[in-house]
T-cell receptor
Framework: DAGVIQSPRHEVTEMGQEVTLRCKPISGHDYLFWYRQTMMRGLELLIYFNNNVPIDDSGMPEDRFSAKMPNASFSTLKIQPSEPRDSAVYFCASSPGRDTQYFGPGTRLTVL | AQSVTQLDSHVSVSEGTPVLLRCNYS??????LFWYVQHPNKGLQLLLK??????LVKGINGFEAEFKKSETSFHLTKPSAHMSDAAEYFCVVSDLVRRTGTASKLTFGTGTRLQVTL
C-alpha cells in the first residue's frame, strides 16, 4: 500500500491567494483527518470525515478554511484568502475506524 | 477530558546508550496510547500502540513502552540508541468515548526531540 498521499509537498504563495491541499487516504479507510502543525500550537485537528461526511469541523480556524471529500479516495483542504499566519505543515491522516491513524508526509505551506 | 504531558522537550544521548522518553497521561476512561515519531521534514510514523492488552508494548526499530496505570505513565524506551533514531517523538492519547460514526480523537503531547551523538 502506498500509504496516505498528499500533494503538493511544498507550497509557497502570496497573501490573498487561494490555496488547495490534496489528500488521498489509504484504500478502505473510513475516516480521514486534516491536521495543522506549527511551532507555537503543535498538532491541531482541523476537521475529520467519516464515509466522506464531515463529522467534526470545530477545529477549523475560520471561514477562510473549507474542506471537502467528494469520494472515498480524495479530499481537499482549501484556504481562501490565505494569510501569512496560515503558514504551517498540514497533515492528512486516515483510519480504518479504530484508534490508529496513519499520516501522510504533509504539505509545507508558506504564505508570504 | 484527556491530556498528555511529555516531561522533556529535548533529550540527548550517546549512540549505543539507552533511550528513555517520558510521558504521563490523564484520561477519564481506559485510554489507548500511542507513540509516533517524526523525522525532519517527514510525516508522523506510528511506533507502537497500547490498547488494553499486554502492558509492555513492543514497536518498530527496537522501541518499546510500558503502560503503568498506577503511575499514569507510558514511557518509551530503547536499549541502545542509533544515529537514525534522532527525531521528534510524540506521545498520544485517544479517547474511547465514541458514538456510531465518530472517531476517536487523538490528543498529542508537545513532543520530545531526541538527539543522538557519537
Amino acid at each position: 500500500d502506498a500509504g496516505v498521499i498528499q500533494s503538493p509537498r511544498h507550497e509557497v504563495t502570496e497573501m490573498g491567494q487561494e490555496v488547495t491541499l490534496r489528500c488521498k487516504p489509504i484504500s478502505g479507510h473510513d475516516y480521514l483527518f486534516w491536521y495543522r502543525q506549527t511551532m507555537m500550537r503543535g498538532l491541531e485537528l482541523l476537521i475529520y470525515f467519516n464515509n466522506n461526511v464531515p463529522i467534526d469541523d470545530s477545529g477549523m480556524p475560520e471561514d477562510r478554511f473549507s474542506a471537502k471529500m467528494p469520494n472515498a479516495s480524495f479530499s481537499t483542504l482549501k484556504i481562501q484568502p490565505s494569510e501569512p499566519r496560515d503558514s504551517a505543515v498540514y497533515f492528512c491522516a486516515s483510519s480504518p475506524g479504530r484508534d490508529t491513524q496513519y499520516f501522510g508526509p504533509g504539505t509545507r505551506l508558506t504564505v508570504l | 477530558a484527556q491530556s498528555v504531558t511529555q516531561l522533556d522537550s529535548h533529550v540527548s544521548v550517546s549512540e549505543g546508550t539507552p533511550v528513555l522518553l517520558r510521558c504521563n497521561y490523564s484520561s477519564s476512561y481506559s485510554p489507548s496510547l500511542f507513540w509516533y515519531v517524526q523525522h525532519p521534514n517527514k510525516g508522523l510514523q506510528l511506533l507502537l500502540k497500547y490498547t488494553s492488552a499486554a502492558t509492555l508494548v513492543k514497536g518498530i526499530n527496537g522501541f518499546e513502552a510500558e503502560f503503568k496505570k498506577s503511575e499514569t505513565s507510558f514511557h518509551l524506551t530503547k536499549p541502545s540508541a542509533h544515529m537514525s533514531d534522532a527525531a521528534e517523538y510524540f506521545c498520544v492519547v485517544s479517547d474511547l468515548v465514541r458514538r456510531t460514526g465518530t472517531a476517536s480523537k487523538l490528543t498529542f503531547g508537545t513532543g520530545t526531540r531526541l538527539q543522538v551523538t557519537l
